[in-house]
């Protein structure tokens, strides 16, 4: 006999008082913004929809580069030629020619720091299954989607105007994330503030990132802009323990760029703060058991629960737990019961599992035959009310 089960907020002591947040109102075309730390969404707006990603599109170059280092593909000092296709492209460059063979770390801090159209086609060759930028394009489109990036596709490696160049910004805010977590070695390269590559081009020795210089905790990652796509920035903020990712495109100058960046990391971490809602030794709610020695069993989460949450109080969270019961025995310590269903207001629902607190033996003799006869005179006395 199976049904479903669903407690209210007050029923879990989970009453918490911290909604709303003020949210974040920008003239951004669109906005992603993401605690790393905790995977709180705390801002989406046209999160989903594919635009021109102009230089941002660099970090997926970045990204396949630094798999080839890790891999043994390529190494920091390998130099690499230039081709008259890469010394073609105009925009940011390193003023590379097709005399110089460049060391691959040099090119990466290239990409990062002076935004290299140059830089990322001289990549984007050396490591294409064709040796073609086209063909780099299309391996990077392949291992996005392997990544879960499934609004992106690249016809470039630098994202400069073409037909067929589309990012969203979650995918932009999915590979930043990955960026981080992935290469710790290579993310310190992102806050590097100035590279004055081999003396040649004085005009374009610094960092495009407006938030680097703030110490407001930013540490990367990309700057982009074109006229068809607008500035926008890929950035990312550690205060603490927590770590904000955001993107931002389509804003109409660099200075509001700059602002909005700056707003977005403050409001992130000065309206949002972590808050214990549930403890591992003490249980949230209690199941009911089938033909256990116990009627009932505790439920917990599997360690102390951590939510990222409004700091402002206005109503309280709701909550439920929600699982297929009664749970037949015998039942384990640790076994997943149930899910722990939190909706905190404007921020996106969050599911966490629940666990058995202590074991459930399979009931004895008595507790079967008690068992048995309740649910005889549960079906006789439907039979009868049927009847009547």
């Not at 635009?51 to 043994?72: N, W």
């Not at 960026?179 to 100035?194: M, N, Q, V």
Request: aromatic letters at 6%; one cysteine or more; glycine letters at 8%.
């Amino acid at each position: 006999m199976l049904m479903a089960c669903r407690s209210a907020a007050l029923a879990l002591g989970l009453a918490l008082t911290a909604l709303p947040a003020f949210a974040f109102d920008t003239s951004a075309r669109a906005a992603y913004v993401l605690d790393q730390s905790t995977g709180t969404v705390l801002l989406d707006k046209n999160g989903n929809e594919p635009l021109p990603p102009a230089s941002m599109s660099k970090l997926m170059t970045l990204y396949v580069a630094f798999e080839a280092l890790r891999d043994g593909r390529l190494t920091l000092d390998e130099r690499l030629p230039v081709s008259e296709h890469a010394m073609s492209y105009g925009g940011s460059t390193m003023f590379l020619n097709t005399t110089d063979r460049v060391r691959v770390e040099d090119l990466l801090r290239g990409i990062i720091v002076l935004s290299g159209n140059d830089a990322c086609a001289v990549i984007a060759e050396a490591l294409s299954p064709d040796g073609t930028e086209a063909g780099f394009a299309r391996f990077m489109t392949k291992r996005a989607e392997l990544l879960g990036m499934t609004q992106s596709t690249f016809a470039n490696s630098n994202g400069w105007p073409a037909a067929g160049q589309l990012m969203s910004v979650h995918d932009l805010a999915i590979l930043a994330s990955r960026l981080i977590a992935d290469f710790p070695e290579y993310y310190p390269l992102f806050s590097e503030t100035e590279f004055a590559f081999d003396g040649r081009a004085p005009s374009n020795i610094r960092n495009r990132n407006p938030l680097l210089r703030l110490d407001i905790g930013a540490d990367g990652l990309k700057t982009g802009h074109t006229a068809e796509a607008g500035y926008g920035l890929v950035g990312s903020a550690k205060q603490g323990d927590r770590r904000v990712i955001f993107v931002i495109t389509g804003l109409e100058s660099d200075t509001r760029r700059a602002e909005e960046a700056e707003a977005i990391v403050n409001w992130s971490f000065r309206h949002f703060a972590t808050k214990t809602v549930a403890y591992a030794d003490r249980p949230v709610t209690q199941a009911e058991v089938w033909m256990g020695a116990k009627q009932s069993v505790g439920l917990v989460p599997a360690e102390d629960l951590e939510l990222l949450l409004p700091v402002l109080s206005e109503k309280r969270i709701e909550a439920e737990v929600v699982y297929d019961g009664p749970v037949n025995a015998p039942i384990a310590k640790g076994q997943k019961i149930a899910d722990l269903v939190i909706k905190p207001g404007e921020l996106p629902e969050i599911r966490r599992p629940l666990v058995a607190a202590e074991n459930v033996d399979t009931g004895g003799f008595v507790v079967r035959m008690k068992t048995a006869a309740t649910l005889l005179l549960q079906r006789f006395g439907a039979g009868a009310t049927e009847a009547m």
